[in-house]
């Protein structure tokens, strides 16, 4: 950034950061004065409050009221961003924040209860709780009963009602038109039945849901079990192995396929981690994160004996284990209601663990912030077309990109099935990449794209591979090697100069389309030329020049680059 001048910064804000208060210096080196200017950024990321909490008061004839206060876990909430809701069958049917009462010292919920009817509706309370994102249902209170009664008024600010949360709450999981591989956090409730868990659905006829169990062998070890349901238009249920094993289970991955993009919500009990023990067989197994909050994988596995070479993958993201590194790959985050597939190679029983170090404190604030490593690339994917997939770890085998931040893709019949950006690599000192690609038929060849983002340039890969089912192509220690042939343009070429400002040598990257004489000019603010190059050929691809700065003033000059075709100003800024 130059004198006297601003540049906007952007933030944005992963989908894999959790509720919470988030804090971090953003530092500026002023090359002039050899200090760091400090910018403090705070940013509160918040749940949003679920869709079906709104009304509109001037939809009903009838209305009732309620004064209470809210108790959560066994402590009278004084957050006045906590809500107390009221439903009809699942329609909202008042709102009310909580307001604070200086006579009393208290924070209440003045509650208007709105109704078609005069008498008889059936009311179910429920709680908002914004620093969590949740939602608390099945309270406890002290109201007369649970029916709607027209101009009644039930409590005061000197005697309010009190509603307590439960163990119970609410959740909802995104599903989308065809595969998601999903899980459940919660226990009981509607899991007991497929039909329940999944009745907020529109299913038609053949959508499916299915899952492995382990179950044991009576040889004091476990057998895996595959059990699926089938939804069936002209019964209007769910019907299947599933149905007939006693319904959904929470901590196990469910790959459900559907026709209609929807939300499945359902209600159950908060699941203990360290009473909920996970049973693993050698090879594949079904499982689901069964935490509140988003958990860094290291975290999350930090009780399964993990050895070399045991992998983990979700929809979309995978990790590999290595014993002196931990769990590497661009899956870096479990979260609740995700389903995955983990392969180890021995059979054992694991948990996962009671505390979240990324969730928030008893302080309030949040102290860890880990996401999934997603890339920016030309290519979509749809990776809800297909119920399985493959992982393939690979490395651009040529110097120049060892530690290039480009995107490999991989293709099949012309059609891209998963991308990614490198991952450093301790071992080979090199950058890795980490594939998920998924595919309808097995024996596939699957071709290779690698984006340079510095270039835009797309480069062709020689070598191919095969698509097949749950299976890995390389591994940490020998990735798949890749070897890059000429590419094409994809925009246009960069000129990056850096550092700017600078003091010492100017470094200037530029890039050609073809092959130019290239010459490079620098002039002072009074237009003399204080630097020149020795112009000459240089050849297609990305071209590396320096200019010592050392001797000159300090102040602001201009950078002509010319080439054969194209010529291109630059502000270059010189400080000591």
Not at 347 to 370: D, E, H, L, V, W
Not at 454 to 459: A, K, L, P, S, T
Request: aromatic share 12%.
């Amino acid at each position: 950034i130059g004198p006297l001048t601003t540049t906007p910064i952007s933030f944005k804000v992963s989908e894999d950061v959790n509720v919470g208060e988030y804090n971090t210096d953003l530092l500026l080196t002023t090359s002039d004065f050899g200090f760091a200017e400090k910018l403090n950024i705070n940013v509160n990321v918040k749940k949003a409050l679920p869709e079906d909490w709104t009304i509109n008061p001037t939809d009903f004839e009838f209305s009732m009221n309620v004064i209470g206060q809210v108790s959560i876990d066994n402590v009278i909430s004084r957050d006045e961003n906590n809500l107390l809701g009221v439903f009809v069958n699942n329609e909202c049917r008042g709102i009310a924040k909580l307001t604070y009462v200086s006579s009393y010292d208290n924070y209440q919920a003045f509650l208007s209860i709105y109704s078609d009817v005069s008498f008889g509706e059936e009311l179910e309370f429920r709680v908002w709780e914004h620093e969590k994102g949740i939602v608390h249902t099945s309270l406890n209170h002290n109201l007369t009963d649970n029916q709607f009664t027209a101009d009644t008024y039930q409590g005061t600010a000197a005697n309010p009602k009190l509603f307590s949360t439960s163990n119970i709450i609410s959740s909802s999981i995104d599903v989308v038109d065809g595969w998601k591989w999903i899980s459940f956090n919660l226990n009981g409730g509607d899991l007991s039945s497929t039909n329940n868990a999944l009745s907020n659905l529109s299913p038609t006829n053949g959508d499916v849901i299915k899952t492995r169990i382990n179950v044991a062998d009576g040889n004091g070890g476990f057998t895996q079990q595959s059990l699926f349901d089938t939804y069936s238009s002209g019964a209007s249920i769910w019907y299947g192995s599933l149905s007939n094993n006693g319904g959904l289970s929470s901590g196990l991955l469910y790959k459900i396929k559907l026709s209609e993009a929807n939300k499945i919500k359902y209600e159950g009990a908060v699941t203990d981690p360290l009473n909920t023990p996970l049973n693993m067989v050698e090879g594949w197994n079904f499982i689901g994160y069964i935490g509140a909050a988003n958990i860094p994988i290291n975290e999350a596995l930090a009780n399964f004996n993990a050895q070399a070479g045991d992998l983990i993958k979700s929809q979309y993201f995978s990790a590999i284990y290595d014993p002196g590194f931990g769990w590497l790959g661009t899956l870096k985050v479990l979260s609740p209601n995700e389903g995955y597939m983990i392969r180890t190679a021995n059979a054992q029983t694991f948990k996962f663990p009671s505390y979240n170090s990324t969730a928030k404190t008893a302080a309030g604030k949040t102290r860890a912030k880990i996401v999934n490593t997603s890339a920016n690339a030309p290519w979509k994917i749809n990776a809800s077309d297909y119920e399985n997939n493959m992982t393939i770890i690979a490395q651009i085998d040529d110097y120049n990109f060892f530690t290039n931040d480009g995107v490999l893709g991989a293709f099949i019949d012309g059609e891209c099935k998963g991308y990614a950006a490198p991952i450093y690599s301790k071992n080979l000192d090199k950058n890795v990449y980490f594939l998920n690609i998924g595919n309808k038929n097995v024996s596939s060849k699957i071709e290779f794209k690698y984006l340079d983002l510095f270039e835009n340039r797309i480069y062709e890969i020689v070598q191919k591979g095969t698509y097949q089912i749950d299976t890995q192509l390389g591994n940490l220690k020998e990735p798949k090697l890749l070897n890059v042939k000429r590419g094409d343009l994809i925009g246009e070429l960069p000129i990056n100069i850096y550092p700017n400002p600078v003091k010492g040598n100017l470094h200037i990257d530029i890039s050609l389309k073809n092959e130019s004489v290239i010459r490079l000019e620098l002039y002072d603010t009074n237009g003399k030329k204080v630097y020149n190059n020795l112009p000459k050929k240089y050849y297609v691809g990305k071209n590396n020049f320096s200019i010592n700065t050392s001797n000159l003033a300090v102040g602001i000059y201009n950078l002509v680059i010319m080439s054969d075709d194209n010529i291109t100003n630059k502000k270059v800024i010189i400080s000591k």
